[in-house]
């Protein structure tokens, strides 16, 4: 029963990564309709700079604010100049567009930071939380950060109107555009607030698995699961499903098929929502009008 | 995507007295008497270079026919050579089968399995069968990986196979007498693909991918056609993969992995998509890119491939192929002036 609660304890701290990885990903998918493949590698590469920065001697958190800042204007900017011209375009060409972007950030990671794994350091104190037997400080840190992440996207959205000119923009391009929001700065923006939620992730995630160029692959697939686990569409829905997928990873890891098949976990949990519902469990059916 | 093109000025054009369409047949008579004449002329090395250009073509007609033509997105083509070529290296391994006997052995798994796959893809359109089939790629080297299928598939190692033997009497060398088998496989399977895409078929295809709706409203079996094109396709590039296997004379579970079926993708983009020419351009372009990539960066050899598809969908997005018919259809406007 102990080893059970560990496991689905630490299950919802790696859950709140997928949570944050699939809301990033739900964030552009419900303002553009694309599903960014790159959203992993650029994560990782923010997280490339907080290391570079930590080890130059900046104090963390100084270092965690900064490589936000840098993770927000890297989003805006690949929408403003790569992935714009792409807004109308088939399928195909947006798919092609994202997996170009996911090889050149991988390879300027590896090229710049090189291939070598490299721990990286966690805010949290390295010892069992107040004694506790079920999670690591750093596990308890890395849910109570994703709540935040969570809280001030929310607040974001709910309270301020620039979240409400966001929504707008993503809910009705061309009545905002009458009212008079600029509906294209809204989805940069959107595209540098999800570059943030990556860059936490990506910083959360780094002091488990180590720092290399290809540590999000597999967070990036169960981001994925997440977010369709919940629905494509629906933010609160995406976090809950990321919640879902880390416990049932961590489940599955433990007891079915150990932790050499983890991200074939990930890919029958993708195959079997779509199969079974693919709209998700809080997402809209699409119906299509003849 | 492709529009239709009514206008053909190329066609009624005559170059030198012949027509386009006889042009073409000497055109590919000659690539095929060139292929025949290349392996006495060049050396070892380049011999194996011209061969795996051929294996990757097939692979990549083989995703051409489910992307190109039938709109379905795949970037997952890469599992798929993996299981043809690992069939091939444990048929080869564990039983006494002659290699010859393995090709189409392999062809049928991976028919199979595609159609397998492609039953469940049936209910996903673009981005969602992006990503399942993304999934599909990630995981495929864990599964070769794995421990329990590990006397099977050699576990980490991979598994190492000897290529086959020129049959008696032939004045070949083995790696020359290994082109042409690849190259017997070769011209039958773009022979039969070609057939199945210029009639009724291929129209079929092209209309699912075209439009849906209209097709499923003009008769067309939308579950039935995109199934078995997942099938065939997989079949393809399947094939392709037990050839690459004898040639490689070795498989190994992180061959088998995402940027394998990235290198796919990019090539059939490079080459033209829904082109069966263009697929030749595509191979060649991923079998020397690397090299080439090696000597501009050494650390960064995949971004070489991003920096392509990115500027592909900028610039040409129908390819090299597109390219050339663009143009041949400016010159055929010219001569017949």
Not at chain 1, 103 to 117: E, K, V, W
Request: hydrophobic content about 55%; overall charge positive; charged content about 10%.
């Amino acid at each position: 029963m102990l080893a059970f609660l560990h496991q689905v304890l630490s299950g919802l701290a790696t859950g709140g990564i997928y949570a944050s990885v699939a809301l990033a990903l739900v964030m552009i998918y419900q303002a553009t309709h694309q599903v960014n493949f790159a959203q992993g590698e650029m994560a990782t590469f923010s997280t490339y700079m907080a290391w570079k920065m930590i080890d130059s001697g900046f104090p963390y958190w100084a270092a965690f604010l900064l490589t936000l800042v840098f993770a927000f204007v890297v989003g805006v900017t690949i929408e403003r100049v790569i992935v714009r011209p792409f807004y109308k375009a088939p399928v195909l060409s947006v798919v092609a567009v994202f997996i170009g972007l996911l090889l050149i950030i991988n390879s300027l990671s590896g090229a710049i930071f090189d291939y070598t794994i490299k721990p990286f350091p966690s805010p949290f104190p390295s010892d069992a939380w107040y004694g506790s037997p079920y999670l690591s400080s750093h596990e308890v840190g890395m849910i109570f950060v994703t709540l935040m992440v969570l809280a001030l996207i929310f607040a974001f959205f709910r309270f301020t109107p620039l979240g409400l000119a966001m929504r707008a923009a993503a809910e009705n391009p061309v009545s905002s555009r009458l009212v008079g929001v600029r509906v294209g700065w809204m989805l940069a923006l959107g595209w540098g607030l999800a570059g943030m939620i990556g860059a936490v992730a990506g910083m959360m995630t780094a002091p488990i698995v180590y720092l290399d160029p290809y540590m999000m692959f597999s967070v990036l697939l169960y981001g994925f699961a997440g977010a369709l686990l919940g629905g494509i569409d629906n933010p609160w829905g995406a976090v809950l499903g990321g919640f879902i997928v880390g416990v049932l990873q961590n489940l599955a890891g433990a007891y079915v098929v150990g932790t050499e098949l983890m991200v074939t976990v990930a890919l029958v949990i993708i195959v079997g929502i779509l199969v079974i519902k693919p709209s998700g469990l809080f997402g809209r059916t699409i119906v299509t009008r003849v | 995507m492709a529009t239709l093109d009514t206008s053909r000025p190329a066609a009624a054009a005559l170059f030198a007295g012949l027509s386009l369409r006889a042009w073409k047949v000497i055109g590919l008579a000659a690539v095929l008497a060139a292929a025949c004449v290349l392996p006495f002329t060049i050396s070892s090395y380049q011999l194996l270079l011209a061969n795996q250009v051929i294996v990757y073509a097939v692979a990549l007609l083989g995703l051409n026919i489910l992307t190109g033509y039938n709109g379905q997105f795949s970037l997952g083509h890469g599992a798929f050579y993996a299981i043809g070529a690992y069939c091939t290296a444990i048929l080869l391994d564990k039983t006494g089968i002659p290699y010859w006997a393995t090709i189409p052995l392999a062809g049928a798994l991976c028919f199979v399995a595609g159609f397998l796959f492609g039953l469940p893809a049936l209910r996903l359109e673009g981005h969602y069968l992006a990503l399942a089939t993304f999934a599909l790629a990630v995981a495929t080297p864990q599964l070769l990986k794995y421990k329990d299928f590990d006397f099977l598939t050699g576990g980490v190692q991979g598994i190492v196979i000897s290529g086959p033997d020129t049959p008696g009497g032939l004045p070949l060398r083995s790696d020359q007498w290994l082109y042409f088998f690849c190259l017997l496989w070769t011209v039958p399977l773009f022979v039969l693909a070609w057939n199945l895409l210029r009639g009724r078929t291929g129209r079929a295809l092209m209309a699912i991918r075209d439009h849906p709706l209209a097709a499923s409203s003009m008769g067309i079996d939308l579950a039935r056609y995109k199934s078995l094109t997942f099938g065939v396709s997989a079949m393809y590039t399947g094939i392709a993969g037990a050839l690459g296997a004898l040639l490689a004379q070795f498989v190994s579970p992180d061959s088998f992995d995402l940027f394998l079926s990235i290198r796919f993708l990019v090539g059939i983009v490079f080459g033209g998509l829904a082109s069966m020419a263009g697929v030749f351009f595509g191979a060649i372009f991923i079998e020397f890119v690397p090299n080439l990539a090696d000597l501009v960066s050494k650390a960064a050899p995949q971004a070489i491939y991003g920096i392509v598809l990115i500027v592909c969908m900028y610039l040409m997005p129908t390819g090299v192929m597109g390219l050339l018919r663009a143009l041949g259809h400016k010159l055929g406007r010219l001569v017949a002036r």
